[in-house]
């Protein structure tokens, strides 16, 4: 807490707090990208239903982008 930029536990918290997502950016950044997809997961039983009833369904927020 001596050496924070900012005075105040608040201010101080915040400090620490955007340092630790710095430094863990910085961590995956060094890591080697993974050469597999993950496997897609099974559709729900809600998901199976909606399916059987011919009730569209959203694309999940995950899968827009792709």
Known sequence: MRRCRYRGQGKAHIQHVLTAIAVNIE???????????????????????????????PKSWRTLGS
């Not at 995956?28 to 011919?54: C, K, V």
């Open 27 to 57: 961590r995956l950044s060094t890591l080697p990208p993974t050469e597999e997809a993950p496997t897609p997961r099974r559709p729900t039983a809600f998901q199976n239903y909606l399916d059987q009833s011919e009730i569209p369904r």
